[in-house]
């Protein structure tokens, strides 16, 4: 069946790998690696020349932070797009916002994707979305509003809140005129949820594959792999790859990641394992 992403054409077998690219002073993993722009443009244009699939382009710190006004966040994130979108015309172009007015400018510039990461906050975003033919991830963020850390979060099933939520909202979004093919919907890992919440989302996410909504997780460095293994943020990389490796294995699609190569590398190996890819170089007693 599949989906799209912008003018892409997405197999149900096809793995992908969205490379993340923060135009932040104060984001959790870089730490401001890329805020400059110059960084921001060179780390989009190498992450596609090391494998990924979609860049998703971030200029608002998920977590609390300085304050970032609407414009701000054009500014950072808006020419990034396009200087991306010039050169490497085939890429999907993601941007990670909550914010219509940015979702609108974005897309003008030659976005392909919104990446909506708190739980349909500003609901006029389907709407813009639905005006320019890009597409939506539709995400569960527990309730809370953008940049807001968990506090004790309960539930009584963590995976059918999930489920509930994400799939309104895609078909909230539907409403408004997004096309059916072209959402993609995200558990959150991490966003209102502990590391045993995060955990139970992994361990269960072939339920989520089972609405038939595309998934995405952005299982990168988080604190649940770091709180499961008791390591760094800098240490998080194998924990990281195996809940990547895991989450494939129960049927998510794609893969927003740090760490490009490393990822690309994993969800090939599955692909490969699979039938779904060939051996690269096969060579041995041949």
Known sequence: MGFRLGARSVLDTDLLVMAIVNRTPDSFYDKGETFELRAAIDKAVRAVDDGADIVDIGGVKAGPGEEVTVQM??????????????????VVISVDTYRAEVAREVIRLGCDLIN???????????????????????????????????????YDDVVADVIST??????RAVSAGVRRDSILIDPCHDFGKNTYHS??????????????????????????VGESLDVGLHDRLPGTL???????????????????????????????????RPPKNPHRAL
């Open 73 to 90: 966040e054009i500014d950072r994130v808006g020419p990034v797009v396009a200087v991306l979108r010039e050169r490497r015309p085939d």
């Open 116 to 154: 909506e990461a708190w739980g349909g906050a500003d609901p006029r975003i389907a709407s813009v979305v639905a005006e320019s033919g890009a597409a939506l991830v539709c995400s569960h963020a527990g309730g809370l509003p953008p940049r807001t850390d968990p506090v004790r979060p309960q």
């Open 166 to 171: 994400c799939t309104s909202l895609a078909e």
């Open 199 to 224: 955990l139970e989302i992994t361990r269960r996410l072939d339920e989520l594959v089972a609405t038939g909504w595309p998934v995405l997780v952005a299982l990168s460095n988080k604190d649940f």
């Open 242 to 276: 195996a809940a990547t490796v895991y989450s494939a294995m129960k049927g998510a699609q794609v893969f927003r990641a740090h760490n490009v190569v490393e990822t690309r590398q994993a969800l090939d190996m599955i692909a490969t394992i699979r039938g779904d």
